[in-house]
Structures are given as structure tokens and as C-alpha cells.
């Protein structure tokens, strides 16, 4: 089945590619050892190098890539050259940081004495070739946070790109081959889902990270494991966003717009769940609820749009029946609640917020992916604690208080990859990025996230 580039505003296809064959697949995992086999040799420098020019060719190709991702899955044409703009800082910011990340470190020779030691040291080694499994909606960022840690590393690195972002895929290819990679290094496999578990079997690829949904994730986690070989999952998020008394009601009103919508609202590590105290539910709810039915829906391709389509038909049908069944069960759209009256053609989806939500409405324990938020009354820290940790994720979280009390027992008591206190949940290089429970395991980006694919090699000399 050809593999294609549909306009989500549109739905109009764009262009179609044929995936590889059995064949295209072999070769493609041939020139990875090949590759392996000599750039794992090369020196930090040099590795720095080629990212730095691949963040240059970035910047100067930034605006065409920034439309090619909006047309292919729908986010406002702004914050795709947001996204174009954080690959190349990330790429920048692991090729300065990468060799003391991965410094050797020297065991105090008085500590393995007993061992019988004179000196003991603990190396990273690269693995091989890395399969990456992406989704679609940070297509370039997604990539770029496994790619520059892995490459400077010392792997090489396989993309199994969304099937619905492959002229995204294939652009990452070119820009890694433009910036001096030497052939094998990157590579973009074409292929369906289908095609996952026998390149994970392979037994030239040595890892495999994904990023996707719980279900992609346990099947490729079954896989590697029956393999026996490394994984990282980063899975779904169902963030809990906290508004305790002593917050910034409105400024915690204005992020929280932001903090559910950006990306059309399809962002793992988005705050969907809104937990308020009910000392500034009223004032919070106001607030969150006008500007969320302010919020412009359009073209994505139009500088003064917002929101703007979902990235599938498929995935505002899972959205909608999210909601729908919500309503049904009692819980009301205090704005949207369905598609936009003026828009016929396109994948688009009015921002919506939910109140009323109780325990059996499938919104309360599924990922809700597209510009919907649930909102939650609660009258005390530990009913906040207990609603945000009442979710089978566990990604990030977001806190606003200014109570440093407070802040102690959230830091102990949220489950969650991450807290941020007074701000909205993102990722940066510098920051390890990954959840608990049905989140994943495993981090990206940081110290954290670079050796995540390494082998940590004791070096013992008698």
C-alpha cells in the first residue's frame, strides 16, 4: 500500500511514495553496520562538526521545512518554525555537550583496592545501529531528540518515521547526508507497521527507541525483550495541570490555554487534566474558559491561526467519541464540544472544555488527543494529589503554587517523569525527558538520555 502525504485542512492527498521491499529493507540494514563499523571510530570532534552543520542547513532551509511539517500534519505554520528553530538548538547544544557526557570516569583507585585493581575505569561505547520508531506530531523534534544524542554517541541511526509524515522522513535523510554523514549513518525506512518487528529482529540493530501510543509500545517492547535488546519507550501522557490557592490564577489561566493546545493539542506531555481548588476554581474557570473559546481556528498555513486541524480523520473520530461519550454521561461543554460549523473541509476540531467528568467517562482514563480539556473542582491538596496520580500515565505534571509546603509534598507525591512548578510542562536538551506506569521507561535527551544507548564498559587493570 503506497504510503502518502494527505493535507489534514484539506484532506487532499499531496503525494504518494511506494514503501520498500524486502530487498530495499536489506540494503538499507547493511550500509547501517557498514557505517557502524567505522564511524563508532570517530572522534567527538569530528562528530560535532556534522551536527553543527546539520543545525545550520536547518536554520537555512528553516522556512521550507517549517511548511512542508504544517502541511503534512496541520500544526500553525508558527510553531512549526518553532519546532525547526528547537531541532537545531538541540543539535548545537549535544554537539558541545556530547564528549563530557560521555567522559570516562575514573574510579578512586583506594575504592577497588580489595579488587585487586590498580585502576578501574568506566567507559560509553556506542551500541549500533538504533531503530527509531516516531510519530507524527512533533515529526521533526521527535527525531532530532533521539538522533543528535545517538549520533554523537558514536551510532547510526534507523527512522521508521508515521506513515503520514514521510516527505518529513525523507527530508531528515537528505539533511543528514547534506551535513557530511558519511553514507549508513542516517537512514529513512519507508515501510508500514507491519514491517517493525522483523527489523527489530534483525540481528544488526542493536536498540530500538519509540515514541507512539501504548499499544505500538507494547508491541515493540515484546519484540526487543524476546530479543533480548535494549529499548526506550515514550508513551502517552494524561498530565494532570494543578491550580492550588496560592497560585497566579491568571497567569496560571493564560498558560493553561497554552499548555493544552499547542500542536493543535496532539502533544504527549500537553496538560489535559485541569485540578483546581475550589478557592480559585470560579476565577480559574472563567478565565481558562474565555480564552479558550477565543482561540482562533483556521489555516494552518495563516499567521493569525491558533488551532488548526487534527492531523488525522481517523484521530478526530477517536476524539469525538471521546467527548460524546462524556456528554452522554452527564459531563458539560462549557465551549465547543464539536466541529467547527464553518469549516467543511479539513480534520478540524473546536477547543472544548469539559466539566462534570466522572470515573466511568472513558475522557477521565484515556489519552485525549486534539484541543480538549477536562476540568476538575477539588477541596483540598491531597483530593489534587490523588485525582492527578488517578490515571494509568505518568509523563509529566504541571503545579501552580507558591506555597513552598505544598511544593514539597508534590515533589514527593506526584507521579510523573516530571514536575514543573508555576509553568508549563516542555523539553530541552539539558532536561531527561521520559515518564513512569504506562508512560514508558527510559529517558531521552540529557546526560540521562545519551547513554541510554551506550555500553557502560568497565575498563579493570590489574
Known amino acids: 500500500m503506497p504510503i502518502a502525504t494527505v493535507n489534514p485542512a484539506t ?3 499531496l503525494e504518494t511514495f511506494e514503501p520498500l521491499d524486502a530487498q530495499g529493507v536489506e540494503e538499507r540494514l547493511t550500509r547501517a553496520a557498514a557505517a557502524f563499523a567505522d564511524y563508532r571510530t570517530t572522534g567527538y570532534a569530528e562528530r560535532a562538526a556534522r551536527l553543527r552543520a546539520a543545525a545550520d542547513l536547518l536554520d537555512s532551509g528553516g522556512e521550507e521545512t517549517a511548511r512542508t511539517i504544517t502541511l503534512e500534519m496541520g500544526k500553525p505554520i508558527g510553531q512549526a518554525r518553532a519546532e525547526v528553530a528547537k531541532c537545531a538548538k538541540a543539535m548545537r547544544w549535544f ?5 563530557g557526557l560521555l567522559a570516562d570516569e575514573h574510579i578512586d583507585p583506594a575504592d577497588v583496592a580489595d579488587a585487586g585493581a590498580s585502576a578501574v575505569v568506566v567507559r560509553y561505547r556506542p551500541l549500533g545501529p538504533v531503530l527509531a520508531v516516531m510519530p507524527w506530531n512533533f515529526p521533526l523534534w521527535q527525531v532530532v531528540r533521539f538522533a543528535a544524542p545517538a549520533l554523537m554517541a558514536g551510532n547510526v541511526a534507523l527512522l521508521k518515521h508515521a506513515s503520514n509524515v514521510p516527505r518529513t522522513a525523507l527530508l531528515l535523510e537528505q539533511l543528514f ?10 537512514q529513512t525506512l519507508l515501510v508500514g507497521s507491519d514491517a517493525i518487528e522483523g527489523i527489530v529482529r534483525d540481528r544488526r540493530v542493536a536498540a530500538v527507541t519509540l515514541t507512539g501510543s501504548e499499544a505500538a509500545g507494547r508491541a515493540v517492547a515484546a519484540v526487543a525483550s524476546d530479543e533480548v535488546k535494549k529499548s526506550v519507550l515514550e508513551l502517552g501522557g494524561s498530565d494532570p495541570f494543578l491550580v492550588l490557592p496560592s497560585a497566579d490564577v491568571e497567569r496560571a489561566a493564560q498558560v493553561a490555554v497554552t499548555a493544552r493546545v499547542q500542536n493543535n493539542g496532539q502533544s ?3 496538560a489535559k487534566r485541569f485540578i483546581v481548588h475550589s478557592d480559585v476554581y470560579e476565577p480559574f474557570a472563567a478565565a481558562f474558559v474565555e480564552r479558550m473559546s477565543a482561540l482562533r481556528v483556521g489555516d494552518p498555513l495563516d499567521e493569525a491561526t491558533e488551532i488548526g486541524p487534527l492531523a488525522s480523520e481517523s484521530g478526530r473520530a477517536d476524539l469525538e467519541a471521546l467527548v460524546e461519550d462524556a456528554l452522554r454521561q452527564g459531563a458539560k461543554a462549557q465551549c465547543g464540544g464539536q466541529r467547527p460549523t464553518d469549516r467543511r473541509d479539513g480534520w478540524f476540531y473546536e477547543p472544548t472544555v469539559l466539566t462534570g467528568i466522572a470515573s466511568g467517562m472513558r475522557i477521565h482514563r484515556e489519552e485525549c488527543f486534539g484541543p480538549v480539556a477536562t476540568l476538575y473542582q477539588v477541596g483540598s491538596l491531597n483530593e489534587a494529589v490523588e485525582l492527578a496520580n488517578a490515571t494509568p500515565f505518568g509523563l509529566s505534571s504541571n503545579a501552580w503554587t507558591r506555597d513552598r509546603t505544598e511544593q ?9 517523569g516530571g514536575v514543573f512548578f508555576n509553568g508549563m510542562t516542555a523539553s530541552h536538551p539539558a532536561l531527561p525527558f521520559g515518564g513512569v506506569k504506562r508512560s514508558g521507561y527510559g529517558r531521552e535527551l540529557s546526560a540521562h538520555g545519551i547513554r541510554e544507548f551506550c555500553n557502560i564498559t568497565t575498563l579493570w587493570y590489574g
Open 11 to 13: 484532506g487532499e492527498i
Open 95 to 99: 554537539a558541545a555537550h556530547a564528549e
Open 177 to 186: 547526508t547534506r551535513a557530511g554523514y558519511p553514507q549508513g549513518c542516517f
Open 268 to 270: 504527549c506531555i500537553a
Open 408 to 416: 514539597r509534598i508534590l515533589e514527593r507525591d506526584l507521579q510523573a
